[in-house]
C-alpha cells in the first residue's frame, strides 16, 4: 500500500492549538452588546445611489455601458426579456453587472445568444440570466452584480455590488 506524501498531519496538538483559538475569537464576540454584534454581522460598504439609465433607453437583449460606483467601473445594463434572479423593472428582467472580469481585470464582450459576458484574456464565461454565475474559464468569483432600484418614472438607479470589484479592496473609493 502506497503512502500519499502531499496529505498534510497537523497532528492533535496544533488542531486543539487552533481550535481553541477559533473558539476564544467567536467568545469575544458574545460579550459584546447586541448592537455592536450585529454592525459586525453586517459590516458593508455604503454605497452611493447612483441613476444609471431609464427604462426607455434599454431595448432587449442589447447591453447599454454605464459606469459604477464610479467612473473608473465600466459596466452594462441588460434587459433581458424574462424574469432573473436579481431583476429589477416591472417586469423583473432588468440586471446590470461590472463589465471588467474578476480574474485578470480584461474587458468583458456581450453575447447575445447566449446571454453571457464573456472574457477574451482566459475565457471565462459569466451567465447574465443566473446572476452573473461564472460558467466557464479561470475566474475564482462570480461576476459582480448591480444591485438595482427603479423608481416610478423608469429611472434605473445602482445602490450597490454582490461582490468585489476585480483590483480593489473596497468597492467605493
Not at 33 to 54: D, G, H, I, T
Not at 61 to 77: F, S, T
Request: contains cysteine; aromatic residues 8%; hydrophobic residues 40%.
Amino acid at each position: 500500500m502506497s503512502r500519499c506524501d502531499t496529505l498534510v498531519d497537523i497532528g492533535r496538538r496544533q488542531f486543539l492549538r487552533g481550535s481553541a483559538f477559533v473558539a476564544a475569537g467567536a467568545a469575544a464576540t458574545v460579550g459584546l452588546p447586541k448592537e455592536a454584534r450585529a454592525q459586525a454581522a453586517m459590516a458593508r460598504v455604503e454605497y452611493p445611489s447612483n441613476r444609471l439609465a431609464n427604462i426607455a433607453d434599454l431595448k432587449v437583449n442589447e447591453p447599454l455601458d454605464v459606469a459604477y460606483p464610479d467612473n473608473d467601473a465600466p459596466g452594462v445594463l441588460l434587459k433581458l426579456g424574462i424574469p432573473v434572479e436579481g431583476g429589477a423593472g416591472p417586469d423583473g428582467d432588468i440586471v446590470g453587472f461590472t463589465t471588467v472580469c474578476p480574474h485578470k481585470g480584461f474587458p468583458l464582450a456581450y453575447d447575445p445568444d447566449d446571454r453571457t459576458l464573456s472574457c477574451p484574456g482566459h475565457y471565462s464565461r459569466f451567465d447574465c440570466e443566473a446572476g452573473g454565475q461564472q460558467i466557464w474559464g479561470q475566474a475564482t468569483q462570480n461576476l459582480p452584480q448591480y444591485v438595482l432600484r427603479v423608481d416610478e418614472k423608469g429611472e434605473i438607479f445602482a445602490e450597490g455590488l454582490d461582490e468585489l470589484l476585480y483590483g480593489r479592496l473596497s468597492n467605493v473609493l
